[in-house]
């Protein structure tokens, strides 16, 4: 089965500084039917206005995993890490026994654009830790990019979740299939431009949830950026 949630039927918070669209329940947003999807939480579409963020604040047992589409993000936290994180970049923070930290856009006259993502862990109170590594446009041009995946594979950030995280650029005639093994979930989010997914079409923004899949085809792609999540479920 193949559901397609539009980008508009997203939870969406106006904060001033903050424009934050929600495709899971998230604060101040609440819908029954949109809880998370397998073990996949929170995905925020997030922008930061110029000289704003997010000042320190804790987490606990969650996977955390950052995707700047462009700006800049400012990250510093309770374990010492003082990072910037750029487009192209994949962060992900495990924030286990518990973590304190803060997020900002120091860029003069630049929106931060991110996807703040929060993934279920399969353990829980272990001591926090946090990694970022870089994948090019060349990475993942006219394929999926493993990015984040349970045992670190390819040169993927590595989760403490039974998740795996991949990305995608897509244009003209490039497509791609993805495997799901039985008993697994999928998650299409299309970031930007458009795509088909097993013959479905998307805009950015919206997304396609997948339930007894036996995979993911991707094609029709027009500018396209994906992000494509093999779940738990």
Do not use: C
Request: aromatic letters at 6%; proline letters at 4%.
């Amino acid at each position: 089965m193949l559901t397609i949630r539009k980008s508009q039927d997203r939870g969406h918070a106006d904060h001033g500084w903050l424009q934050s669209h929600h495709s899971f329940s998230f604060a101040g947003y609440h819908d029954p039917r949109h809880m998370g999807w397998g073990n996949l939480r929170v995905i925020n579409e997030d922008r930061i206005a110029p000289g704003t963020g997010f000042g320190t604040h804790g987490h606990r047992d969650m996977e955390i995993i950052s995707y700047v589409l462009s700006g800049e993000l400012a990250h510093q936290d309770s374990m010492g890490n003082v990072k910037g994180i750029p487009p192209g970049d994949v962060q992900r923070m495990s924030a286990g026994s518990g973590v304190m930290h803060s997020e900002f856009n120091h860029a003069q006259g630049q929106v931060t654009h991110f996807l703040q993502i929060w993934i279920e862990p399969n353990v829980r109170g272990i001591a926090p830790s946090y990694e970022q590594k870089r994948f090019t446009d060349a990475d993942k041009r006219g394929r999926l990019r493993l990015v984040a995946s349970p045992d670190g594979a390819e040169g993927s950030v590595s989760l403490h979740a039974d998740a795996s995280l991949y990305a995608g650029l897509f244009d003209g005639g490039e497509s791609t299939r993805l495997a799901v093994a039985p008993g697994r979930k999928a998650y299409v989010h299309l970031v930007r431009g458009a795509l088909r997914v097993n013959g479905q079409p998307l805009q950015g923004g919206d997304a396609a949830l997948l339930d007894n899949e036996d995979g993911v085809a991707l094609d029709g792609g027009h500018d396209a950026e994906v992000l494509v999540f093999d779940l738990a479920a």
